[in-house]
């Protein structure tokens, strides 16, 4: 158990919609980033957010937002779903700061659009 | 962007060493280079990490060119838990100042069988 918790852990809705997923980082890490993992495809990175700020920002879509609530958790907002959209959304979380913190990933949400 | 490039595939036997490659020849002096593993189903698993002098851990060790353009995760006797896709990671640093600011660059990663 990494300590970073996800929910929901699986999540199938229709083309158009609009869906959220929700991430607890660790107890005590200020960063917390998103990653989405399509079938056969590589970790691509979307945002990461620090102590509730934006602070990097990978190949997220525009349809695709995200923030980090002053408790530190996060939400992945996901809108007008693409059939293409379905995959697996990892959060993970770190201490933050430096390039050397260790990053504990969660067990991830499938999203299926049909 | 700082990208890695890895073997798409490498087989291993049970009990044998492994040695799984990574190019990063784009690497700057501030990004650590980290290694994760994925099991089918889970999320990433951190193996082991460093900027510049070799590591060892209780999982792995990784070696690191002199250059620091390549390095080469070792898991010193693999076992069939050790079946796993390996990503090679630069952990890259934003502006200088902008505490947290980090971007993170996953390469397609290594698919390790390892054979009984």
């Known amino acids: 158990d990494s300590g970073v918790t996800q929910t929901p852990k699986h999540l199938i809705t229709a083309t158009g919609q609009r869906v959220t997923l929700r991430c607890s980082p660790r107890?005590?890490?200020?960063?917390v980033y998103w990653y989405q993992q399509s079938l056969d495809q590589g970790l691509q990175f979307l945002i990461q957010?620090?102590?509730?700020?934006?602070?990097a920002k990978g190949n997220i879509l525009e349809r695709f937002s995200a923030q980090q609530f002053p408790d530190l958790h996060s939400e992945l907002n996901l809108s007008s779903l693409e059939l293409g959209d379905s995959a697996l959304y990892f959060c993970a979380s770190s201490v933050g700061g430096t390039g050397e913190n260790t990053i504990y990933f969660g067990e991830g949400s499938w999203l299926t659009v049909v | 962007d700082a990208k890695t490039t890895q073997p798409n595939s490498m087989e291993s036997n049970e009990e044998e060493p492994v040695h799984l490659p990574c190019n990063h020849s784009t690497i700057s002096g501030t990004d650590y280079i980290h290694w994760y593993r994925q099991l089918p189903s889970q999320g990433p698993e951190y193996v082991i990490h460093?900027?510049?002098s070799n590591v060892n851990n209780r999982m792995a060790s990784l070696a690191i060119a002199e250059d620091r353009k390549s390095s080469t995760l070792i898991l010193h006797r693999a076992t069939l838990r050790d079946a796993a896709v390996y990503y090679c990671i630069l952990r890259v640093l934003g502006r200088v100042g902008k505490g947290g600011s980090e971007k993170l660059v996953f390469g397609k990663g290594t698919k390790l069988t390892v054979n009984p």
């Open positions: 107890s005590g890490d200020l960063s």
């Open positions: 957010y620090y102590n509730g700020e934006e602070r």
């Open positions: 460093g900027l510049t």
